[in-house]
């Protein structure tokens, strides 16, 4: 396994929180796919939520060299499933076009929270 490009990102979970409250669902539905704003509202911090999984895409974008037009749909974060070591990355559009290119496989991917901030680790792996 080689490891291509690593992304870190951090975002304040009230920043998250004012966002929704100012601008409501047309602001969750520009960031998160539906599955996402789903799984986050389903969660009892819903701000947490929605600030890990931004700066987990804006990590992912920053370990495939943050290309030019990659949108927020274009990385799309699922919650670990069963047996599994984390959260995974479904990538679309110019994400997986350069991730195509780049010969990346697969997005290795970790979310935390601590003291009102996520923060988000991924690795671009071949």
Known sequence: MSVLGIGLDLCPVDRMQRAVERHGDRFVRRICTEREAEYCFARRLPWECLAGRFA????????????????????????????????????????L??????????????????GGMAAAVAVAVA
């Not at 495939?64 to 559009?93: K, T």
């Not at 076009?97 to 601590?114: D, K, N, P, Q, Y």
């Open 56 to 95: 987990a895409k804006e990590a992912a974008s920053k370990a495939l060299g943050a290309p030019r037009g990659i949108g927020w749909y274009d990385v799309e974060v699922l919650p670990a499933a069963f047996g599994s070591h984390g959260p995974s990355v479904v990538m679309s559009g110019v994400a």
């Open 97 to 114: 076009e350069v991730a195509t290119a780049r010969g990346v496989r697969t997005m290795l991917l970790s979310i935390t929270h601590a």
